[in-house]
T-cell receptor, first 117, second 113 residues
Framework: EAGVAQSPRYKIIEKRQSVAFWCNPISGHATLYWYQQILGQGPKLLIQFQNNGVVDDSQLPKDRFSAERLKGVDSTLKIQPAKLEDSAVYLC???????????????FGPGTRLTVL | AQSVSQHNHHVILSEAASLELGCNYSYGGTVNLFWYVQYPGQHLQLLLKYFSGDPLVKGIKGFEAEFIKSKFSFNLRKPSVQWSDTAEYFCAVLSGSARQLTFGSGTQLTVLP
C-alpha cells in the first residue's frame, strides 16, 4: 500500500514569510498527526486529527501555526509568519482510529525540511 | 508530563560488536514503549514495541528490548550489529492519559564495516 505522502520535501524561506506543508495519509487512516523535529531532538507532536476534528493541539503555537483537515483525508500545516526557530523537519504520520483505547501504529511520511533564513 | 531520555547521542561500533542503547522514561503509570528507527534517507519506522506481558520483546532485524519497570528503562539490544544497522534510533513512550507519543532525542548509530 502507498505510504504517507508529504510535499514539498524541502523549503527555504526568509523569516516573516509564510509557508504551507501538505500531507496525504495512508488510505483509510482516520487519525493524522503533525510533528516538528528540530535538529538533535526527537519528533514533537504539534497536532492530532481524528477524521476532520482536532483531538489535541496543545503543543501547537497557535499564534503562528495553523492546520486543517477539511475533508478528513489530506491535511495542510501552515506557518505565518515564520521565525528562525521554526527551522526543522515537519513530519506527518497517520494511523487507524484507536479502538477502545488501543494503540494503532503510526506510519510516518518522509518529512518536509524547512530552513528559515 | 512524561519525558524520555536517551543518554547516548552518538554510538560508533564495528561490525559484529554488540549493541545496547539506553532509554529511560519518567512516568509512573502504565506506559507503552517503542523503539523507532530512521535509516539514512528513509522514513521513521517502528522497530519494536512493548505493551504488556513478557518484558523482553523482539523486533525486526534481530533487535530486542527489555522493559525493566523498577528502573523505568527500555534498553535496545542487538548481539551483533551490521553495517546496515547504521541509522538513528528513537525511544518513545505512549502514556496512558495523553495517548501521545513522546520521543527521546535519538541516538545516532554508526557501524563501521
Amino acid at each position: 500500500e502507498a505510504g504517507v505522502a508529504q510535499s514539498p520535501r524541502y523549503k527555504i524561506i526568509e523569516k516573516r514569510q509564510s509557508v504551507a506543508f501538505w500531507c496525504n495519509p495512508i488510505s483509510g487512516h482516520a487519525t493524522l498527526y503533525w510533528y516538528q523535529q528540530i535538529l538533535g531532538q526527537g519528533p514533537k507532536l504539534l497536532i492530532q486529527f481524528q477524521n476532520n476534528g482536532v483531538v489535541d493541539d496543545s503543543q501547537l503555537p497557535k499564534d503562528r501555526f495553523s492546520a486543517e483537515r477539511l475533508k478528513g483525508v489530506d491535511s495542510t500545516l501552515k506557518i505565518q509568519p515564520a521565525k528562525l526557530e521554526d527551522s526543522a523537519v515537519y513530519l506527518c504520520a497517520s494511523s487507524h482510529a484507536p479502538t477502545s483505547g488501543l494503540y494503532n501504529e503510526q506510519f510516518f511520511g518522509p518529512g518536509t525540511r524547512l530552513t528559515v533564513l | 508530563a512524561q519525558s524520555v531520555s536517551q543518554h547516548n547521542h552518538h554510538v560508533i561500533l564495528s561490525e559484529a560488536a554488540s549493541l545496547e542503547l539506553g532509554c529511560n522514561y519518567s512516568y509512573g503509570g502504565t506506559v507503552n514503549l517503542f523503539w523507532y528507527v530512521q535509516y539514512p534517507g528513509q522514513h521513521l519506522q517502528l522497530l519494536l514495541k512493548y505493551f504488556s506481558g513478557d518484558p523482553l520483546v523482539k523486533g525486526i532485524k534481530g533487535f530486542e528490548a527489555e522493559f525493566i519497570k523498577s528502573k523505568f528503562s527500555f534498553n535496545l539490544r542487538k548481539p551483533s550489529v551490521q553495517w546496515s544497522d547504521t541509522a538513528e534510533y528513537f525511544c518513545a513512550v505512549l502514556s496512558g492519559s495523553a495517548r501521545q507519543l513522546t520521543f527521546g532525542s535519538g541516538t545516532q548509530l554508526t557501524v563501521l564495516p
